[in-house]
């Protein structure tokens, strides 16, 4: 049974987030691993079994695929994730536009053996005409064919930006995936150098940079979504990566706006079941 948050949350606290990606990419499986690793259900639930949590209509189930957008609120280092998986086939656009309405930002989902695909453009799209800040997950390193330098390439071609790697796989006898190791933090720093000013002004002095440096410097880029973007790497098959998305939410996406509403203001807000 899932349980339920009764905190009161300060919107600092909180991420209003979406999974986007075209049809296959793993958007809901990665969805009932991030449930599953915030502790909501004691296994993650599996298309293949038909007892996915965010797949819940008998047409979803039968058919294998996201119809319908659905959301649920996820406990993670004392946030409050709310999270919205929305459908990858084209014949549902508009219900992923429906969706990208009520989010802040959103988690991209690539097939590590396809890269950037047509519905993928067309979510990005999406996403980039509602100002949402975006990352990007590279799913199914495990998958024969996986490719991580054509998704890298694909990133900084199609979607026109520079891909910040924070992990990257590793492999048994160089050649099957085992799982990932974070990337050298030397070479993290000195990509991010490259796109943000306030962090490059201290790497290059003789202040020693943190790792709360480089979080905030993500942030920003993150936040400014025009050069740089960070890229995370896993199979949520196999259950590798899921934290690595769950921190990158909570440390990279912004929080909710606050802005001040008078007697003279006319409050308007727009409900998303």
Known sequence: MLSRCRRVFSSSLIRNIGIIAHIDAGKTTTTERLIHKTGLTRRAGSIDSGDTVMDYLPEER???????????????????????????????????????????????????????????????????????????????????????????????????????????????????????????????????????????????SEEATSSCDVREALARITERGTEGIVCIVGSSAKDVGIEGILDGIVDYFPCPKEEEVTDNTIFKALAFK
Request: net charge negative; aromatic share 6%.
């Open 62 to 204: 039968e058919r294998g695929i996201t119809i319908a957008s659905a959301a649920i609120t996820l406990p993670w280092r004392g946030f409050r994730l709310n999270v919205i998986d929305t459908p990858g086939h084209v014949d549902f656009t508009v219900e992923v536009e429906r969706s990208l309405r009520v989010m802040d930002a959103a988690v991209v989902i690539l097939d590590a053996s396809k890269g950037v695909q047509a519905q993928t453009m067309t979510v990005w799209r999406q996403a980039r005409r509602h100002g949402l800040k975006t990352l990007v997950y590279i799913n199914k390193m495990d998958k024969v064919g996986a490719n991580l330098e054509k998704c890298l390439q694909d990133i900084r071609v199609k979607l026109e930006l520079e891909p910040i790697l924070l992990n990257e796989p590793t492999k048994d006898n160089l050649e099957e995936f085992s799982g990932v190791k974070p990337c050298e933090m030397l070479g993290i720093q000195e990509k991010v150098a490259q796109y943000d000013d306030g962090f490059l002004e201290k790497y290059l």
